[in-house]
């Protein structure tokens, strides 16, 4: 299925523009499956990313949810700003390898901040690649984390 960026664009000045931001470009990065990467580059952007992307999350979301009625389907949006998604990743890889590093040597649990579902998919990713620790979300909807513990996951 073919997607309309002028739509994406549409609804993301509409959004934007109710916090006075009108000079902004929206690029279609790539698709990928039932994903659509879209990536904003402007000047006074960067609120977007602040606190750890909460308002680029939920700009996302609610953008996610707006373009799926408009084309009728399931098609999930990654909204990105100069580079964040990227630089947030490593971030939690370092923090994965990090807690990991300290739960194997103290031989305790460590919670990780709240985080939304894609970062915590993230997180489990990279320490499911790292031995002597597993992990496991807890806690629900907005304090759901992340929590590294020692030994390995019984099945």
């Known amino acids: 299925m073919e997607y309309n960026i002028d ?3 549409k609804y993301l000045k509409e959004i934007l523009g109710y916090f006075k931001i009108y000079s ?3 690029n279609l990065d790539s698709f990928n499956k039932d994903v659509l990467y879209v990536n904003l580059e402007g000047e006074n952007l960067n609120f977007l990313v602040k606190s750890s992307g909460e308002v680029i999350n939920s700009l996302q979301y609610i953008l996610t949810l707006n373009i799926n009625n408009i084309f009728g389907c399931f098609l999930r949006i990654v909204l990105d700003y100069n580079n964040f998604r990227h630089e947030r990743e490593k971030y939690l890889e370092f923090i994965s390898n990090k807690f990991s590093s300290e739960v ?3 031989g305790r649990a460590i919670t990780l ?3 939304n579902p894609f970062e915590r998919r993230i997180v489990h990713s990279y320490i499911s690649n790292i031995s002597g620790v597993y992990s496991k979300s807890i806690g629900n909807e907005l304090n759901r984390c992340v929590v590294i513990y020692p030994g390995e996951q019984s099945s």
Request: glycine share 0%; charged share 40%.
């Open 24 to 26: 902004f470009t929206v």
């Open 7 to 9: 739509e994406i664009e």
């Open 113 to 115: 901040e709240p985080m």
């Open 104 to 106: 194997i040597k103290k």
